[in-house]
């Protein structure tokens, strides 16, 4: 069950991993991205400081990781579903929520595991273990390279070609006419400024 469970926990991260990943690069500039892995580190240092107190009420690790799986899954299908909604800033929230989420399930899953079995025991299954986490990072990688990425490649791809439907990361303030109409008082933020740059 160790096996199955990781290699599911790492296929479905890898996916997201591979969302985020595009949709932060093709939304944001690069220089972001310390700004982004700051934002998990300093989360999950919070977040382990109430993880600690939780444990204290809560025996069953088997229980905290569920309630953390199925809680983890509502905030992700809610990033996915009203992403263009959330404005420009959405990919760097998506980014730090998949990061501090892959850390938490994967200390609740040790440490269930750890409850679960001797040292002895662990010796012999935990190497097997970890080759399920290896397997599901393969698989995951496969499963986004022809299905996830394509689609945020797309829409990359369409903003280059002068689609005007407005896309995350593409905020354009609208406080007078010139502006909604890519005149000098045009300001861009996120790809679109970029685009704006080399033409």
């Known amino acids: 069950m160790g096996f199955v469970g990781l290699l599911a926990i790492m296929t ?104 679960a079995v001797t040292v002895t025991q662990a010796k012999r299954i935990f190497p097997a273990i970890a080759a399920g986490g290896v397997t599901g990072a393969m698989l995951g990688s496969l499963l986004a390279e022809g299905s996830t990425a394509s689609r945020f490649a797309g829409r990359a791809r369409a903003r280059r070609h002068g689609d005007p439907r407005p896309r995350v990361g593409d905020a354009v303030s609208l406080e007078d006419p010139g502006r909604s109409s890519g005149g000098p008082g045009c300001r861009r933020t996120g790809t679109s400024a970029r685009l704006a740059a080399s033409r």
């Open 12 to 115: 479905a991260h890898s996916v997201m991993e591979t969302a985020r990943d595009t949709l932060f690069l093709t939304s944001l500039p690069a220089t972001h991205l310390p700004r982004a892995y700051l934002a998990i580190a300093l989360l999950a240092i919070l977040e382990l400081r109430i993880h600690e107190r939780v444990l204290r009420h809560v025996r069953d690790r088997r229980k905290l990781l569920s309630a953390s799986l199925v809680f983890g899954s509502f905030i992700t299908l809610s990033f996915w579903a009203f992403l263009e909604e959330m404005g420009a800033w959405a990919p760097f929230g998506f980014y730090v929520w998949t990061g501090l989420l892959i850390t938490v399930v994967l200390i609740e899953f040790w440490l269930l595991l750890d409850d």
